[in-house]
């Protein structure tokens, strides 16, 4: 009968060696070949004379630009000159309030004015606006929304000089 010692010694080697034959099975069966082509190239693929190519711009509508964007602040601004609430009601954006009071408390003398260029950064614009009464002058900053169809007013703050 075998001996409890001889009995680990076998069990050892047997591990040994099965440990032995599946690293071998790993280095013969492993994929020493080039990675077949997933559609992605890889950065070894890629010629050096080659340059950067722009892609084509995504479907769908761009903002209007910059010339759209004075245009609707401009329209914005005569509006307020007007002090008409109505086409300041129809340019507002989607969740922009126009209250019916805006212009409680204004002067007749009050005027705006576009100053500047506006800043349009992707689907925003920041339109700088002057007010003026009675000599004294403040200056202000619109913000227009891209909606998809149009420049929108968002909103319009000023602050004194």
Known sequence: MPTSER???????GTVVAAVGLIAA?????????????G???ASEFRSDTSMRR???????EPGGAPKAVAAADDILRAY??????????????????SGHLFDGFSDTVRFSREGKPRVIGF??????RVSEDGQHRHGAMRLRWDGNRWCFVTAVSKPD
Not at 7 to 13: H, Y
Not at 81 to 98: F, G
């Open 7 to 13: 009995i680990a010694n076998v069990v050892a080697w």
């Open 55 to 61: 892609l084509p711009a995504l479907p769908g509508p």
């Open 26 to 38: 790993m280095v013969v069966t492993g994929d020493d070949e080039r990675p077949r082509n997933t």
């Open 81 to 98: 000159n007007q002090r008409n609430i109505v086409p300041l009601r129809a340019m507002a954006c989607q969740l922009t309030k126009v």
């Open 124 to 129: 925003t614009a920041e339109v700088p606006f």
């Open 40 to 42: 992605q190239p890889r």
